[in-house]
Nanobody, 115 residues
Framework: QVQLVESGGGLVQAGGSLRLSCAAS????????MGWYRQVPGKQREWVAT???????NYADSVKGRFTISRDSAKNTVYLQMNSLKPEDIAVYYC?????????WGQGTQVTVSS
């Protein structure tokens, strides 16, 4: 099992930046894939970015070139640096961890972008 705690959400103007953090309760090297998802009310949860235990990253087309996923293994923390934010990025952002066939979620953090 793993517990995930997100932080860093908030209100930012369009074009601004935010960095989300996700602290895991175990070593990132013991987690197959860490990722970020987002959800707006009435819509399905949407994949944003992932990073594997080997360091491979992938991004949704909607955020490619603006968002960067990274990790600090010493702190068991994964980050999502979000630049050039747009109103369409407004959502609750969730951290996700996959360990073999099990999936774990954080509680979510709200990101709001004002136009």
């Amino acid at each position: 099992q793993v517990q995930l705690v997100e932080s860093g959400g908030g209100l930012v103007q369009a074009g601004g930046s935010l960095r989300l953090s996700c602290a895991a309760s175990r070593s990132l090297f013991s987690i197959d894939v860490m990722g970020w998802y987002r959800q707006v009310p009435g819509k399905q949860r949407e994949w944003v970015a992932t990073i594997t235990s080997g360091g491979t990253t992938n991004y949704a087309d909607s955020v490619k070139g603006r968002f960067t996923i990274s990790r600090d293994s010493a702190k068991n923390t994964v980050y999502l640096q979000m630049n050039s934010l747009k109103p369409e990025d407004i959502a609750v952002y969730y951290c996700n961890a996959r360990i073999k066939s099990s999936v774990y979620w954080g509680q979510g953090t709200q990101v709001t972008v004002s136009s």
